[in-house]
Every structure is written in structure tokens, then in C-alpha cells.
């Protein structure tokens, strides 16, 4: 959007026309006219004095000057990079880019039959969502544990000592959302 556009969003939601709004502002109509229809930008001193006529702080008008960036990062199968190997029977796979510019970081968590994940403790104030995919484990979390199956979650404060032990016949999947992420 530019700055035309939000100008003339904010003198309709003001319910002014554009002669009121040149009348209040002191910027001379046509100049008005031309920024409203994307002709010209105006100068920082035409943009003062129109938010102080719409009675709306600076920062108003620029807000949407430049397009938000849609976050999106999509991760194919072949091109994730950082995998964490634990010991022989546990290892980590991180399925976004830059987790520490994000909300959140996903893992992949993968276990072999009998073993078990290393003991993990976050500082306060970080949570994590585990979801198993495949197989059976124990979340052990502090003095707690946790008999889960496939589709069963669970939900927790990370700043508790914790670990999942592969418990089934099988191989063990899970997808573990740690929030904010760490490393």
C-alpha cells in the first residue's frame, strides 16, 4: 500500500473530504489530490501537518508503506541439513530453516527399538508439544512418566528434566514443537 492509499483510508474513516482535510492541514488541494491517486508522495512536512488534521500519530501513515513478508518456510525431505545424531539409536532432525528467528522450532524425533532420547532441561518460560507418530515410548518428564502410543500427545513446561525411552517392538517417530526454540 502506499502512502496516497492510507492517506485517503484515513480521511474517509474521518469521514473529511478532501477540501476539509486541505482546509485543516494547510496542504493545498491538489498536492491532496496527487497523493491520493498516487501521483506524488509529499513531503515529511506535508505528512505532519495531514496526520495532525486526521489527528492520527506519524507512524499511522507508514505502517503499511512496505508489504509484510508471509512467513513461510517449506522444508523438503531431501534439503534438511540438521539432523542431531544422539547415540546409535536416537537423533533429532529439525524440520524448519532458521529456527531462531521463529516462534517455534519442529522436530523430528526418531528412536530405535530399547533407546532413548538424551536428558534434556530448558530454562523457565519454554514450553514443548510432543506428538508420536510411530510407536510406543515413556515421556519421562522429572519424577512423571508418560506411557504413549501413536496419535497420543503431550504438552509440558521443558525447564524439567525430561526424556522419551522407546518402549515397542518397533522403531519410534515423534514430532516434538519446542516454543520459543532452542539450541
Do not use: W
Not at 496516497?4 to 483510508?9: L, S
Not at 488534521?53 to 513478508?69: D, F, H, I, Q, R
Request: charged share 30%.
Amino acid at each position: 500500500m502506499n502512502i496516497g492509499k492510507t492517506i485517503h483510508t484515513l480521511r474517509k474513516e474521518n469521514k473529511m473530504t478532501l477540501l476539509e482535510l486541505s482546509d485543516k492541514s494547510g496542504v493545498a488541494l491538489a498536492t491532496l489530490s496527487r497523493m491520493e491517486n498516487g501521483k506524488m508522495t509529499g513531503t515529511l512536512e506535508s505528512h505532519m501537518k495531514i496526520c495532525e488534521a486526521l489527528g492520527v500519530p506519524m507512524p499511522e501513515v507508514y505502517k503499511n508503506l512496505y508489504p509484510a513478508k508471509r512467513a513461510i518456510d517449506i522444508q523438503k525431505n531431501k534439503s534438511r541439513t540438521e539432523v542431531f545424531i544422539h547415540d546409535k539409536k536416537s537423533s533429532e532432525e529439525i524440520l524448519a530453516s532458521k529456527v531462531l528467528n521463529k516462534k517455534m522450532m519442529p522436530v523430528l524425533i526418531k528412536i530405535a527399538r530399547g533407546g532413548k532420547t538424551q536428558t534434556e532441561e530448558t530454562k523457565a518460560g519454554i514450553e514443548k508439544f510432543i506428538y508420536v507418530l510411530e510407536g510406543k515410548i515413556d515421556a519421562n518428564i522429572g519424577e512423571e512418566k508418560y506411557n504413549m502410543s501413536k496419535n497420543d500427545s503431550l504438552y509440558f513446561e521443558s525447564n524439567v528434566p525430561h526424556y522419551l525411552k522407546n518402549t515397542g517392538s518397533s522403531d519410534a517417530r515423534i514430532i516434538s514443537v519446542v516454543c520459543p526454540p532452542t539450541l
